[in-house]
């Protein structure tokens, strides 16, 4: 299998937004968290089952149609870590290098180990 079928468990895809960082923003939440975090602003977003099922190349081509319209990426959760396997090529992708990226917590008590 190729890195471009690499699929992702997705919540939602909001092409264009200002809420989720610096400018307008490509923002992506993950469907599933394993970290339980007390306070969770996305419980809906904790089952690693349900959202949709995205492939890299799609996610690659979504971002493609609004790349002049943004100023970075935003991966939320879920926990966007849980989904490193496509989310991480999202930032090793030559052509989304130029582009802010942030990752955001799901939760606003810190995690402690």
């Keep these: 299998m190729s890195i471009a079928a690499t699929e992702m468990q997705v919540a939602q895809i909001v ?4 809420a989720e960082g610096p ?3 490509f923002a992506v939440w993950f469907q599933g968290c394993p970290l339980r975090c007390p306070g969770c602003c996305n419980p809906e977003f904790l089952p690693f089952q349900g959202g949709e099922s995205v492939t890299l190349e799609a996610m690659l081509n979504a971002i493609d149609e609004v790349r002049n319209d943004i100023e970075g990426i935003t991966l939320l959760g879920g926990e966007p870590f849980a989904h490193a396997a496509g ?3 999202l930032d090793l992708n030559p052509d989304n290098c130029s582009i802010g990226w942030c990752v955001g917590p799901s939760s606003p008590s810190p995690i402690e180990s």
């Design 15 to 18: 092409p264009r937004t200002e």
């Design 87 to 89: 989310a991480a090529p």
């Design 23 to 25: 400018g307008q923003r």
